[in-house]
């Protein structure tokens, strides 16, 4: 869902998971994308290669939005708990 | 190898950048540690009090042991045993506890740490909690189910 770094920086990744896990559409992780963006002000999606988060979002930019930033990831966490598996086409 | 740096006062700075050569060398073979020495005096009576400002351990290594069988009818003698150690494949990142990651985000009470918590504990706290919706399984249609239809429903 979300990933904070042992140098107090919070990103988003690996949505592409999601859909491997459950039947989902992309649009939930571009909405969830979205709805933190609108808390955070800024993406807090992961720069590619900063996996170590170097150039995240601090986490001190935070205070204040954790509440509004839990309801989006607990709402997104339902979704999928409740989603079943991803139907597989498998060949005859 | 253990490198023991020692001062009255330990930067930061120094303690990211040996975050940093962690994640450069994860396969490095040298123990480091971070002591700041803290000396407290009255003018006759001295207390001294080391403190370990950070440790940058060897990775964890795990030992694997293969048994790999190479002919058709494994016959005993066509498998092959072999043990070898295992390191990291990427960076110098290991499985760390929850409070351990939270010691390195910073000193309790900080924002940052306190930002961390309240993500950290919510999000376990809410991956925990039951079920809020009851599926209702329904039987098997004699029909062909599409595909991407889920097998059960609300």
Redesign the interface.
Known sequence: ??V?T???T?YVRSFSRWLEAA?VGPELSARYLQDLRTIIGKSPQMASGD??GRRAI???E??GK??R??EI??GV??IL????A??I?GGE | MLLLICSDQVRDSLIEYARYLNDVFPLRQMELALMSLNIYSDGERHLFVPNVAGTMPLPERTLVVKVEVTGRNSQPEEARISAEWQTPRTGGRGVIQESELLDQIGPAGSPSRAVAEALLQGASKTARRPNSVMLRLRPESTTPRRTGQPRCSL
């Open positions: 869902m979300f904070v042992r140098r107090g919070f039947a996996a170590a601090k986490l001190a935070l205070v954790e509440s930033i839990l990831v607990a966490i339902l708990r409740d989603s079943p991803p139907e086409k």
